[in-house]
């Protein structure tokens, strides 16, 4: 059953509610295992690394990410400058040990509580301290605790369903303020149509291997769902392989008079 798709009875919801609550559940699985680098690492095999031995494989990876991404830190560090940024599903937490090198304050949250435990102890190595932490029990009511003018995910809310995303989302919303800087790597639509249009389950294997329960494509009109109208879309930008590996949307939050 395709959770993107209205039920149309009482059987049909029951079976929709218990579908998005097994992707959650995979979901708490699968991202034990992480991109690093090159390839995947079990964050449990990170945390029982010495420190210099996971300082020495951090540092390799983060040299990894700037030659293929070095283009987006250059252009985020500067957006992200002198804001204090919410991010999510931060996995490792590449990007954020990055871009909190300019931003005034950086907030990890994952669903994953080792996730973040391997993420605090590498800032606390790296000599960060400019960051905050979260561990998300329910990510559709999570208590952000802060207000934050800037919102960051890279490759998480393509893996639940639209309906979830757009929960999880309206929850965050409460937590941005007027003019909070938006930033969201998801797969684009001509990734999911490369791979010939699989189901989001089937798409979520090809993208990030097995155990992925679901991968869904976004486009500027679903962004727009996502969010609604009190997000202005600024830019699309898609890149990587065959320009469709990943698109990055930056958005902004509108007041209510900018509209
Ligand atoms: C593909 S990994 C990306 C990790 C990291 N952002 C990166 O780019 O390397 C997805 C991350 O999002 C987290 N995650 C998955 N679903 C989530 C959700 N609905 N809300 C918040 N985090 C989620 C996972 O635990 C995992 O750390």
Redesign the pocket.
Known sequence: MNPSVSPRNQNERVALVETNKSI?RK??V???T???GAGRKQVDTLLSLGDNELLDFYNDSIRYWEKERGWEYDKYASQFSARSIL?????????GITYSKSAECWTF????PE?IQLVRRIARLMDVSNVKYQT?ED?IHHDYGDQYNGFY?????H??PFE??KK?VSNIDRYLTRGAKVVL?MYPYERWVLCGKPSFEEFGTMT?GEGTPWAEYYDDQKIKALFGDSYKLESSINWGHQNAEFVNFELIKLGKSDG
Request: hydrophobic share 45%; net charge negative; aromatic share 8%.
């Open positions: 959650v979901n708490r699968k991202w034990k992480l991109p690093a991010e999510i599903g931060s996995g490792l937490g590449y990007d949250c994952d669903i994953i996730n998300i990510f995910a890279h490759g998480v809310l893996h639940v979830i995303a999880e790597l990030d």
